[in-house]
């Protein structure tokens, strides 16, 4: 069972005091920090953020119940709300005076709800009866109101990853009003209505905050709603509903999400997949709103994987009771404790921990039967490689009944994505050396993905260690090398010489010579020069191969020399000698270049029948055996009778 858990807490949480009487947790969803405020401040306020370099401590005086407090970015600036009518600020610039000052809402009889720093001095304050955005001048210890919206307001959200703030508005809580805030300004969003499933009568608010929330998925803002089964039988389970958030136009409701079940329910963002745990079965699901449903309408989504615990999580005993040497104890998950934050936070402020929620892929692997819909599964994730490559192997190992379709669609998945990052990656080339245009923005290189699996990597980690499997059959492992291959082509991907190496070995391997002559026959393995050498290197076992290599390399326009160098490069020096004398090129070539190359070899055979060759060829075009000067043997012959004794060398004929 624990390796079905796909999801876990991280192993190393911020730690912070826990909620007490005396001390009050507080969180900051921009910064991603937790403020413990003890006795108001007074006996001190510790800050922990996700690093461990953004952690601050200090004192301020009790001036009351600390209702909110936050650092603007970069903790420059703190900002406490003590009562619904003002909000404190104190500088943490160092060289700025540390004394507080104060502002209070601009709108009269109008109470704050709550504050959200837009940025290191911009400021927002959310009042029941409106919105009001300052900028904040700590060297005067002031702040300037640079723009308000009067609007009746139940409850807000704030989005930090794109700076929108959400109201809920109306007598029922469903309209909701959503502001965007970018350099300075503060612009007004379309409104839009959340349907309700049901409407009471007298009007009332219903629509919680509790149920609502923003967040980033693939680059998109959303407005999740968590809609709770009315007690009618065509919906009695709950629902969560999508609703997109343009930053123009108008926002529409655009993924369902099935829960199949009803209860308490709290969501999160992992990887842009949105996770909803169930309180009361103690699991969760996923859903991932690219992958589309076959038997459902459009974007309307049941879970990916079947619903599943979050993995068992062991905590630190903590107090002064505690030795050093106790273990860790069981941590309580999906406790009523538990408060959950977007995208990926789990708060215990009873225990004083903060989680970030992550996804373990290969747990998903098994759950999912579907390999196509695994694969657009894990191609989206950010981790995916390793898992990837992994699947594929798996295919492959699972023998072959059935699976060559399987395959064919795993690897035009692949490729798409390969594909896709290659074409990106071109188009910025090109616009680079084309230099910038004038009025287009300046083009980002294309960031390569975990997802980009190439041919190096299937090669490495997949097909090299496949082909040499022990129990599958050769036709299988043929036909998969040249599945991929075609993959590879129908693409449009130029297919690296190692794979076509990889073919030609294993059909050599198996004896299937036939098979080559045909696949080279009809070009289905491109022609190159590493090709070419490998058809060399297997004149030995197949005899055709060494006109077959030679035909590939005239095809490929090289010249003479050339195919020679490539030859004696690759040790085939007997090979490079017949083919000289095939074009009628023995009596011009350097004899030295040859000899260097048999004695690199230190095959004293071979040293010999090609040192017997070249003095054969002075025989006949000068009547001597010997090399002259200018040739530059001397060291060969001089190595020649090291090996083989004066007598071994041939004596000129004579008449």
């Known amino acids: 069972m624990s390796e079905e858990h796909y999801l876990e807490l991280c192993e190393n949480p911020v730690q912070f005091e826990h909620a007490s009487s005396v001390n009050n947790v507080f969180f900051d969803e921009a910064n991603k920090q937790v403020f413990a405020v003890r006795s108001g401040g007074a006996t001190g306020v510790v800050v922990k953020g996700p690093e461990?370099?953004?952690?601050?401590?200090?004192?301020?005086?009790?001036?009351?119940e600390v209702k909110c407090i936050k650092f603007s970015i970069g903790n420059k600036i703190l900002a406490v709300q003590r009562t619904s009518k003002s909000v404190d600020f104190i500088n943490f610039i160092p060289d700025y005076p540390h004394t507080e000052f104060t502002q209070e809402c601009k709108t009269k009889n109008a109470s704050v709800l709550g504050f959200c720093w837009i940025n290191w001095n911009e400021i927002v304050f959310i009042t029941d009866q409106g919105i009001e955005f300052y900028q904040v001048f700590p060297d005067k210890r002031s702040l300037k109101l640079l723009k308000s919206q009067s609007i009746n307001v139940n409850w807000y959200q704030y989005c930090p990853e794109t700076a929108v703030i959400l109201l809920s508005t109306t007598v029922q809580g469903n309209v909701l009003q959503p502001f965007a805030f970018r350099n300075g300004t503060m612009s007004k969003m379309s409104k839009f209505e959340i349907e309700l499933p049901v409407v009471p009568k007298p009007a009332k608010l219903i629509l919680s905050e509790r149920d609502i929330a923003m967040a980033s998925i693939y680059g998109q803002l959303f407005v999740m709603y968590l809609k709770h089964h009315s007690r009618t039988a065509n919906s009695p389970c709950a629902e969560v509903v999508l609703y997109y958030l343009p930053r123009e136009g108008t926002c529409k409701k655009t993924h369902v999400l099935r829960l199949n079940t009803t209860g308490k329910f709290a969501l999160n963002i992992v990887d842009n997949l949105v996770v909803v745990h169930h309180q009361s079965s103690q699991t969760s699901l996923i859903f991932d709103i690219k992958l589309k449903e076959p038997d459902c309408t459009v974007n309307t989504h049941q879970p990916v994987l079947p619903a599943r615990s979050i993995h068992p999580n062991r905590?630190?005993?903590t107090g002064p009771a505690v030795v050093p040497s106790q273990p860790p104890v069981p941590c309580q998950l999906y406790s009523s404790s538990w408060s959950v934050f977007q995208p990926d936070i789990i708060i215990s402020a009873s225990e004083g921990y903060l989680w970030y929620l992550q996804v373990k892929l290969p747990p998903t692997v098994n759950?999912?039967?579907?390999k196509g819909k695994l694969m657009d599964f894990l191609l989206r994730r950010r981790d995916c490689k390793m898992v990837i490559l992994s699947v594929c192997s798996q295919i492959l190992e699972g023998g072959e009944k059935g699976s060559l379709p399987v395959v064919a669609t795993v690897f035009d998945k692949l490729n798409q994505v390969y594909k896709e990052?290659?074409?990106?990656?071109?188009s910025y080339t090109v616009a680079m050396e084309s230099g910038p245009s004038r009025g287009s923005a300046a083009q980002k290189r294309p960031v390569r993905t975990q997802a980009v699996i190439d041919q190096s990597d299937m090669y490495t980690h997949v097909l090299s260690s496949f082909t040499e499997k022990k129990g599958v059959s050769h036709k299988f492992i043929i036909a998969v090398l040249m599945e991929y291959i075609r993959s590879l082509n129908q693409f449009q991907i130029t297919v690296q010489h190692y794979l076509y190496e990889l073919v030609i070995k294993t059909l050599v391997q198996h004896n299937l010579f036939y098979m080559l002559h045909q696949f080279l026959q009809y070009h289905v393995l491109s022609d190159s020069k590493p090709l070419a050498c490998l058809l060399l290197s297997l004149e030995s076992t197949y005899p055709p191969a060494h006109q077959l290599s030679l035909d590939m390399l005239k095809r490929l326009s090289t010249a003479n020399d050339e195919i020679v160098e490539v030859l004696l490069s690759k040790q085939q020096v007997l090979?490079?000698?017949?083919?000289?004398?095939?074009?009628g090129a023995h009596d011009n070539v350097s004899s030295r270049k040859f000899l260097d190359a048999a004695r690199q070899t230190e095959d004293q055979m071979l040293f010999y029948t090609v040192f017997r060759s070249f003095q054969q060829r002075n025989q006949r075009l000068r009547g001597n055996p010997a090399f002259n000067l200018g040739e530059h043997c001397e060291e060969h012959v001089?190595?020649?009778?090291?090996?083989?004794?004066?007598?071994?060398?041939?004596?000129?004929?004579t008449v």
Not at 52 to 64: E, I, L, Q, T, Y
Not at 367 to 370: R, S
Not at 639 to 651: C, I, T, W
């Open 638 to 653: 001089v190595h020649f009778k090291q090996l083989f004794g004066d007598q071994a060398l041939m004596k000129a004929s």
């Open 575 to 583: 090979g490079a000698l017949r083919f000289i004398r095939s074009v």
């Open 367 to 370: 759950l999912l039967q579907d």
């Open 52 to 64: 461990d370099k953004s952690s601050v401590a200090f004192r301020m005086d009790d001036k009351g």
């Open 421 to 426: 990052y290659l074409e990106a990656e071109q």
């Open 315 to 317: 905590i630190p005993l």
